[in-house]
T-cell receptor
């Protein structure tokens, strides 16, 4: 399995531009998570989906951020317009679900992608 | 509000030494996980502890969950340069969400 795939790996853009981050979860995983990591705030959950439906978006910082999951194999996180304070590493993670893992005797883990390093100038 | 505080924030020690890092919270978790993250990569699960007082060993790493399921510790014996990385604890509150700690950045000096 290729694991969680994220693109691009690096993005440099100017303030005000639209940024779209992409994620392909592990096949068969029902849950998809978007996180943001900064030195100041650590690793924060932005939003997560179950079976393509957004379940909890309470971590989305403001209306400039939006996330979609049109099908089970693809999700996007969009920032419009971008600001310098959005600079961070954005991670996508997927999971069969903690309960599903537990019932199957597997480790209850989320599988993280390599991240997208975003710099907004 | 940061639910999980880790200490120390940074730790730099010589190869061969022992160390302990801590993860503390005022909240009770149904389980707690430890991840290690290396530069340019996402976090990777090391262990999950579920029962209060539980101790798990992974080679030179020993993980303990507090009796009240509010805190945890990670002890590394005879640290090696390959142990260098960012160590993150993450609490599970009963749903699918993980709440990550502030992190301990560990550097092992050869």
């Amino acid at each position: 399995d290729a694991g969680v795939i994220q693109s691009p790996r690096h993005e440099v853009t100017e303030m005000g531009q639209e940024v779209t981050l992409r994620c392909k979860p592990i096949s068969g995983h029902d849950y998809l998570f978007w996180y943001r990591q900064t030195m100041m705030r650590g690793l924060e959950l932005l939003i997560y989906f179950n079976n393509n439906v957004p379940i909890d978006d309470s971590g989305m910082p403001e209306d400039r951020f939006s996330a979609k999951m049109p099908n089970a194999s693809f999700s996007t996180l969009k920032i419009q317009p971008s600001e310098p304070r959005d600079s961070a590493v954005y991670f996508c993670a997927s999971s069969p679900g903690l309960r599903a893992n537990r019932l199957a005797g597997r480790e209850e883990t989320q599988y993280f992608g390599p991240g997208t390093r975003l710099l907004v100038l | 509000t940061q639910l999980l505080e880790q200490s120390p924030q940074f730790l730099s020690i010589q190869e061969g030494e022992n160390l302990t890092v801590y993860c503390n919270s005022s909240s009770v978790f149904s389980s707690l996980q430890w991840y290690r993250q290396e530069p340019g990569e996402g976090p990777v699960l090391l262990v999950t502890v579920v029962t209060g007082g539980e101790v798990k060993k992974l080679k030179r790493l020993t993980f303990q969950f507090g009796d009240a399921r509010k805190d945890s510790s990670l002890h590394i014996t005879a640290a090696q340069p390959g142990d260098t990385g960012l160590y993150l604890c993450a609490g599970v509150l009963g749903n699918e969400k993980l709440t990550f700690g502030t992190g301990t950045r560990l550097t092992i000096i050869p």
